[in-house]
């Protein structure tokens, strides 16, 4: 069956720090990934979609970036985080022949 | 495009009782829809989905959706809530040609004992 990890599971950062969270998923081969980010009291906004190694499509243009370099494992960054970019980091993936698609356990990001 | 439209962002229902979440969508074409769980702090766990086979769709936990295209909803229910069904639930579409979803608003759900 299928995993997904995500880690940290909680973070803490300064304003200004770097950020490095990281998505694996075990179980299957050349999935879509996707990285989601909720805001407090606000639905999911979907921040980067990859459907292969070093491609990767942004929603938004915003202070993050992602990459892929491995078939199943993704990553998301940021050089120096803002106040802005505090919230629930959700990594998901799905079978390139469907739509539905299975989620992570998330990162709460605090940026202080 | 599509998209969802969560018509209720907070229901209240005594434990027992029957739970009505209701949904509509907006698609030119057949989609396929889903209902996502999100409890505090945890990611999101799919309880069903709808990709144009029965229109009364079965999940898990005792949850079940109908597909209504003459009234573009998609409404979930369960008979008799639980304790454990405290949390928010998201309607979903799929969008056309990428693989990606559009996500309500979320509807939190309250049971009380």
């Known amino acids: 069956s299928q995993t997904i990890h995500q880690w940290p599971a909680t973070l803490v950062q300064p304003v200004g720090s770097p950020l490095s969270l990281e998505c694996t998923v075990e179980?299957?081969?050349?999935?879509?990934l996707y990285w989601y980010r909720q805001a407090a009291g606000r639905g999911l906004q979907l921040l980067f979609y990859s459907v292969g190694i070093g491609q990767i499509s942004s929603e938004v243009p915003q202070n993050l970036s992602a990459s892929r370099p491995q078939d199943r494992q993704f990553i998301l960054s940021s050089k120096k985080l803002l106040l802005s970019d505090s919230g629930f980091y959700l990594c998901?993936?799905?079978?390139?022949?469907?739509?539905?698609?299975?989620f992570g356990p998330g990162t709460r990001l605090t940026v202080t | 495009a599509q998209s969802v439209t969560q018509l209720d962002s907070h229901v209240s229902v005594s434990e027992g009782t029957p739970v009505l979440l209701r949904c509509n969508y907006s698609?030119?074409?057949?989609?396929?829809l889903f209902w996502y769980v999100q409890h505090p702090n945890k990611g999101l766990q799919l309880l069903l989905k709808y990709t144009s086979a029965a229109t009364l769709v079965k999940g898990i936990n005792g949850f079940e959706a109908e597909f209504k295209k003459s009234e573009t909803s998609f409404h979930l229910t369960k008979p008799s809530a639980h304790m454990s069904d405290a949390a928010e639930y998201f309607c979903v579409v799929s969008r056309i040609n990428d693989y990606k979803l559009s996500f309500g608003a979320g509807t939190t759900v309250t049971v009380r004992a």
């Open positions: 998901a993936w799905s079978d390139g022949q469907r739509y539905e698609q299975y």
């Open positions: 179980g299957t081969s050349n999935p879509n």
């Open positions: 698609s030119s074409y057949s989609p396929s």
